[in-house]
């Protein structure tokens, strides 16, 4: 019994660790609280599971493995670089990051399906000046996830 309850719970834990992506203002504020932390690992933790790549994309994810899957998207180079330029440029710009709030969203479906990806723009502010994001993100079965930064030379510009 003890096992088995211990067995549910792990079940229990990796589904919500799956579903991180409930509703797009939580995606957008999870997106603010990574870049606040200075940790990539939390905004690796925004994208899909191998899994949803698969079934949206059957064609480009035949062929790879799980890991080849999370090596092209959570642990992509761009990722990590786009990260690191959005942490110099807060830097270089004297943004402290911990400040950051997030204030909204804007979620738009250019292509009109759900399997492609949507344009986010999350909108921030600091210090009482206002200011954005852009980002990428894809909707599967009504949840949410990041794909990547899409514009970062431009980011904290307002401060």
């Known amino acids: 019994m003890k096992k088995l309850l211990i067995v549910i719970i792990f ?35 925004l994208v899909a599971p191998p899994e949803v790549y698969r079934k949206l994309y059957p064609k480009e994810t035949g062929a790879l493995s799980d890991a080849e899957i999370i090596a092209q998207t959570a642990g992509s180079p761009k990722l990590q670089a786009d990260f690191d330029s959005l942490q110099a440029e807060a830097k270089h710009r004297k943004v402290d990051l911990r400040k950051l709030e997030y204030d909204s969203l804007e979620a738009e479906n250019v292509w009109g399906t759900d399997e492609a990806p949507w344009a986010m723009t999350v909108y921030h502010s600091y210090k009482g000046k206002s200011d954005s994001f852009a980002i990428s993100v894809i909707r599967f079965e009504g949840r949410w996830y990041f794909m990547e ?8 510009k307002e401060f």
């Open 11 to 45: 079940i229990f834990s990796v589904v919500a660790a799956q579903a991180h992506g409930l509703d797009s203002a939580q995606l957008a504020k999870d997106f603010i609280e990574s870049i606040k932390s200075g940790k990539i690992d939390s905004l690796k933790k």
């Open 149 to 156: 930064i899409l514009m970062t030379s431009s980011a904290f």
